[in-house]
């Protein structure tokens, strides 16, 4: 077999969750207004390959994937059919139910994520430390920073029971850069 044909089915599904949110993400941006909102779903997956050390093909694929429910017409049906159930199941957890009033919504939310595989746990602690270092970039500024902390400070609360290494890196990682904003 050719080096080139044997390199084509590397990581085959994480390369299509790429280019899929990169399409269902096309016409969004960031809260500056700038940044193409794409930019967050890569840096969410680079921070559990690269930061937390977690190479597993679908959780990078979910975390691809984990807003495509609540922020484009995409559904749940669209990504089990491309993606299979374990990736859809993943983000489907990511997902808040927005029709709920905001108290109730994020009870639920965290009830979903904390009866979820690990996973969505560790795509969640990177959302979140993603979300805390592009508060410098946010033109809300100061003012959405303990919004951000307080997601962090739930996300660590929940993944906290998880064992898996790469869990635990995620946990003090998140904790360390928590100390490091709110000490601003």
Same mark, same amino acid.
């Given at each position: ?5 044997? *390199?084509?089915?590397e990581? #085959? ?7 899929y949110a ?22 969410? #997956?680079?921070? /559990?390959?690269?930061?937390f050390? +977690?190479h597993?093909?679908? %959780? $990078?694929?979910?975390a691809?994937?984990?807003? $495509? &429910? @609540? ?7 669209? &990504? *089990? @059919? ?5 990736v ?5 957890a *990511?997902?808040k ?5 905001e108290?109730r919504?994020e009870?639920?939310y965290d009830?979903? &994520? ?7 746990? *560790? ?9 805390? /270092? ?12 303990p919004?951000? $902390?307080?997601? +962090? %400070?739930? #996300? ?5 029971r998880?064992?898996?290494?790469a869990?635990r890196?995620?946990?003090? %990682?998140?904790n ?8 601003r």
């Amino acid at each position: 077999m050719s080096a080139k044909r044997s *390199l084509a089915g590397e990581n #085959a599904l994480w390369r299509e969750a790429a280019a899929y949110a990169a399409r269902k993400h096309s016409a969004q941006f960031r809260r500056d207004g700038r940044t193409p909102y794409f930019a967050h779903v890569v840096r969410v #997956a680079m921070t /559990i390959s690269e930061v937390f050390d +977690c190479h597993d093909e679908q %959780t $990078l694929a979910a975390a691809l994937l984990h807003d $495509l &429910i @609540e922020d484009t017409t995409t559904d749940y049906e669209d &990504i *089990l @059919e491309r993606f299979g159930s374990d990736v859809a199941d993943m983000v489907a957890a *990511l997902t808040k139910n927005m029709a709920l009033p905001e108290p109730r919504r994020e009870k639920m939310y965290d009830q979903q &994520i904390a009866a979820a595989d690990w996973r969505v746990r *560790l795509v969640k602690l990177a959302d979140t430390y993603d979300n805390l /270092i592009d508060s410098v970039n946010d033109p809300r500024g100061e003012k959405e920073l303990p919004r951000r $902390l307080d997601a +962090c %400070t739930r #996300a660590v609360k929940l993944a906290k029971r998880d064992r898996n290494p790469a869990s635990r890196r995620a946990v003090a %990682t998140v904790n360390k850069l928590m100390k490091r904003f709110s000490s601003r």
